[in-house]
């Protein structure tokens, strides 16, 4: 199995551009994690699906952040329009049922 | 709610000497633990689980764990530590009723040749 697929794996980007980051999750997981990963706030839940249907987006920081997952092998995480404190790595994480959950490499934004 | 409490923000050791990390959580039920390990920028690894059975859980690259229901922890251990074990290592737990894993804060550790 490829593990869980992100892209890109490094994005920099000006201020008030739109930033797309997309994950495809491990095969037959139905569960998808974003995360964000700052040196100040360490490791945070931004939202999570369940059989693609979003069910916890409490950590989304604002409304320019949004996510979807239109299918079993996609989901995208959206900024717009993006900000320099948005600079951060960005993971996707799968897993089935309560089994093991896996982290993707992760997507380093940098917004100037 | 459910959360997890990593004590140390760095360990350090010598290389050939034990390592423990320390972690301790609440849940509520019987908990489903794991440990993470995370390397200079990449994503965070599968080290082991602890589910049901044994309280000792052994896992990947010789690290071991044990499970200890009256004192809530779960607590990560190699009996010799290598440089190569330099890392940031996470634990994190969820609840037979949770959907989604807590994590701790993360432990540095720091193994010196």
Redesign the interface.
Known sequence: DAG?IQSPRHEVTEMGQEVTLRCKPISGHD?L?WYRQTMMR??E?LI?F?NNVP??DSGMPEDRFSAKMPNASFSTLKIQPSEPRDSAVY?C?SRAS?D???????T?LTVL | AQSVAQPEDQVNVAEGNPLTVKCTYSVSGNPYLFWYVQYPNRGLQFLLKYITGDNLVKGSYGFEAEFNKSQTSFHLKKPSALVSDSALYFCAVFGAAGNKLTFGGGTRVLVKP
Do not use: E
């Open positions: 869980v569960y994690f360490g490791l839940l999570y369940n069910i916890d993971f994480a309560t093991t959950q896996y982290f993707g490499p992760g380093r």
